[in-house]
């Protein structure tokens, strides 16, 4: 099992930054990736950004070039630097965490979710 403890959501107004963290423990293994969605009341969770345990990024359109995502492997934890923040990116941010291994030529893999923290950015 992994537990994801995330840390940093808070209100700021439009132009602001904030910083968010998620710390992963439990069973994780060496090949992961985590990162973070968000969610907005009446909408689909949307990716924000993710960031493998290799140091490959994908951010999502709507964040590309404001946000940052970072991650320390030796305390498993990824954080997401929010700059120029938007009442747009006003929601709840996941953090998520899947692990990924082969066995015997199979690719099995598990995901974990935080349980959320809101982030509301006012006009």
């Known amino acids: 099992q992994v537990q994801l403890v995330e840390s940093g959501g808070g209100l700021v107004q439009a132009g602001g930054s904030l910083r968010l963290s998620c710390a992963a423990s439990g069973s994780i293994f060496s090949i992961n990736t985590m990162g973070w969605y968000r969610q907005d009341p009446g909408k689909q969770r949307e990716l924000v950004a993710t960031?493998?345990?290799?140091?490959?990024?994908i951010y999502g359109e709507s964040v590309k070039g404001r946000f940052t995502i970072s991650r320390d492997n030796a305390k498993n934890t990824v954080y997401l630097q929010m700059n120029s923040l938007k009442p747009e990116d006003t929601a709840v941010y996941y953090c998520?965490?899947?692990?990924?291994?082969?066995?015997?030529?199979?690719?099995?893999?598990?995901?974990?979710w935080g349980q959320g923290t809101q982030v509301t950015v006012s006009s």
């Open positions: 998520k965490l899947i692990n990924r291994r082969t066995v015997l030529g199979i690719l099995d893999e598990y995901a974990y």
């Open positions: 960031i493998t345990s290799g140091g490959s990024v």
